[in-house]
């Protein structure tokens, strides 16, 4: 007879006892205790005129079903120059995907198809990586070596990557410490994913084969701050240059993270940098449960390499009821199996993540490897009830069921069964290990699903169909002398002009120093005003306004050219911003017109205040002559603004009052 076991306050007290803490709880001593170690991989689009190593245009889009083509191919994995198979092109071959590409012949040639030997790279794309790469500090190549990594999910139609190093060995600079870097390289972009259900996955190709920069950094981040701000000043960095794209997608972090005795995973295509703090610190206390996971089951089962699965097939008619999965299911003619997993009872009930669990490490792979489509699966330790006593008691002997073991049901095509309880048997095999080489998805609310094994180096091989193109000591000495100003150094400049640090990350990530540097030195503004204009008006406006397409910051400079030149007072600048924002063709007059702003002179600025503050007293709102002040200022800002300073009318009437 089963006996009662329950999950949640299993999954309560596994969470318990690894010692996990939110996020937001979190301090260094727990990283510290857990070994937390974390390094970067920093994908950046190029601002260039074409792709890299063919003509086709770069960074023009086109929507889903805009296409004039379809090409379909199955990805099959070739032996590396040692004779070896990468571990993900042969997990890659076993889910027998079929690749659909989409292409459109604005953005795709038969270059990117495979069809024709690439183009020699592209100039322009090589000059700004090496700009950036002397930026890192990197120490630049003698020669530049193309070369093939392997791809064999799909996301290149060729089944690998050209790609070349450009620098190795650099830094940089965060608050506290340096960072070190490993390499930059140069290399295609790859396709956009538009579906991945069953056997088929969709790409677009118009993203393909555009120039990309990958910096990478060694893991000496110590806690998720830390690796949030070197992925910051990576991407500050970048964009210094003026020569990278912005927007969705055009910049991607992969995030390599690891804890005392786990191993390297890599969190893949993190697009947004507030995200990598909550998915580090997530995936590095699933690595420390996995690890609990493996003690527990080591203890239990002395001779583990020999651990293996018992499953049965089933006919549905030995269900008293069958709920709705199962009748769906039965109604698709899928097969049916159970499986007992020996001695791994609490195991899949196991905390991993916020709101997962060990048996999520099954369901991931499934879908991934054995191309299953949810709901595909069932087990003894879900929450709530799936299998009734009456139905366990009859199906346990079928797979030698004894307490200690935990049962998974498993549906799905009959071509599928036999990957998905490989699959099974691997992951479960995989757990008295510890945590698996893998890379993973990530997600918005910090979790991450598995997304394929992590590659291996025997993936990487030389380019026989490109030529080492060396660089010259003159054409890098060249290079260097138009270098833009370090971060570091803007960083230190921001806080000589006394700019709000909260601020900081807006102005660097829009590359907004260098135009706030030509407003101050033009036409002679407070540069402490100017970076709080940019980096909390205009910021609060974009959030609220929607911006015009013909837009630029060179607006601001011409708006604080023409308030300069007719003598208005700079603060006009913050009333106008939303106009202009919002119809930046519209002529600064006309602008001014809108707000009904009317030009005065101080003297008839001033020459109410007497008046007021006669009225004021009349109204007897306050004896306190605080409030007087107060009320006279709210009179008369308006008719002041952009006349004259706020601080010089309030001491004006301080002045009259007072008198």
């Not at 495979?114 to 630049?140: G, H, Q, R, V, W």
Request: aromatic share 10%; net charge neutral; hydrophobic share 35%.
């Amino acid at each position: 007879m089963k006996k009662k076991f329950n999950p949640q306050q299993n999954y309560n007290s596994t969470r318990k006892a690894i010692g996990y803490v939110t996020r937001k709880e979190a301090t260094a001593d727990d990283y510290k205790r857990i070994g937390f170690m974390s390094g970067l991989e920093v994908h950046q689009q190029l601002k260039t005129k074409k792709k890299l190593f063919c003509h086709c245009p770069a960074g023009v889009y086109h929507s889903h079903d805009d296409y004039d083509a379809e090409v379909i191919r199955h990805m099959r994995p070739t032996l590396s120059e040692l004779g070896e198979y990468d571990g993900t092109a042969l997990m890659e071959f076993r889910t027998r995907k079929e690749i659909i590409y989409r292409l459109n012949n604005k953005t795709a040639c038969t270059y990117e198809v495979d069809d024709t030997p690439p183009f020699k790279i592209d100039s322009e794309a090589l000059e700004y990586a090496l700009e950036i790469s002397m930026l890192s500090k990197l120490n630049i190549v003698g020669e530049v070596h193309i070369t093939r990594k392997q791809y064999l999910d799909g996301s290149i139609p060729t089944g690998f990557q050209r790609t070349a190093i450009l620098g190795v060995e650099g830094e940089i600079q965060l608050k506290n410490k340096k960072i070190r870097l490993i390499q930059l390289s140069i290399e295609e972009d790859s396709c956009r994913e538009i579906s991945d259900i069953g056997h088929t996955r969709i790409y677009k190709t118009d993203r393909l084969g555009m120039p990309l920069i990958e910096t990478v950094t060694y893991p000496e981040c110590m806690t998720p701050d830390e690796l949030m701000e070197a992925a910051q000043v990576i991407r500050f960095l970048n964009r210094s240059t003026g020569k990278v794209r912005t927007g969705i997608g055009a910049g991607r972090e992969d995030v390599n993270v690891s804890c005392k005795g786990g191993t390297r995973v890599e969190i893949k295509g993190v697009a947004h940098n507030k995200w990598i703090p909550e998915l580090s610190h997530n995936e590095s206390f699933r690595q420390w449960a996995l690890l609990n996971v493996r003690n527990i089951l080591r203890d239990r089962v002395k001779d583990y390499k020999n651990w293996k699965i018992e499953a049965a097939n089933l006919d549905y008619d030995v269900f008293h009821k069958l709920n709705e999965n199962l009748k769906e299911a039965k109604d698709r003619g899928y097969k049916l199996y159970i499986i007992n997993l020996p001695q791994f009872k609490g195991i899949l009930s196991h905390f991993t993540q916020p709101g997962k669990m060990f048996s999520d490490e099954i369901s991931d792979r499934l879908k991934v490897i054995a191309c299953l489509e949810k709901p595909y699966m069932a087990h003894t330790e879900e929450f709530g009830e799936f299998i009734s006593n009456t139905d366990f008691n009859v199906l346990a002997p079928m797979v030698s069921a004894e307490e200690g073991d935990a049962q998974i049901l498993l549906w799905g095509p009959e071509d599928d069964m036999k990957t998905a309880l490989e699959t099974i048997e691997e992951r479960c095999q995989m757990a008295f290990e510890g945590v698996p080489n893998e890379t993973r998805k990530s997600f918005e609310n910090g979790t991450t699903i598995f997304e394929r094994v992590l590659p291996g180096a025997d993936r990487m091989y030389p380019d026989t169909d490109s030529a080492p193109i060396p660089l010259e000591d003159a054409y890098i000495e060249r290079l260097r002398k138009n270098l833009p100003v370090d971060v570091a150094e803007r960083y230190q400049q921001l806080r000589d002009w006394k700019v709000p640090e909260d601020t900081y990350t807006y102005i660097l990530r829009n590359n907004l120093v260098p135009i706030i540097e030509r407003i101050v030195k033009d036409h002679k503004i407070e540069a402490r005003f100017v970076g709080t204009f940019f980096g909390h008006t205009l910021k609060n406006v974009e959030g609220r306004i929607h911006k015009h397409i013909d837009f630029s910051f060179e607006k601001i400079y011409d708006l604080f050219a023409f308030i300069k030149k007719e003598k208005l007072d700079v603060a006009i600048a913050k009333t106008m911003l939303p106009i202009v924002y919002e119809y930046p063709k519209l002529d600064f007059n006309s602008v001014l017109t809108t707000l009904k702003f009317k030009k005065r002179k101080k003297e008839e600025l001033l020459a109410p205040i007497e008046f007021l503050n006669e009225k004021f007293k009349e109204i007897k709102i306050s004896d306190k002559e605080d409030v007087g002040i107060d009320w006279l200022m709210g009179q008369m800002q308006k008719q002041a603004a952009g006349n004259m300073p706020m601080a010089e009318l309030r001491n004006q009437i301080e002045n009259i009052v007072k008198k």
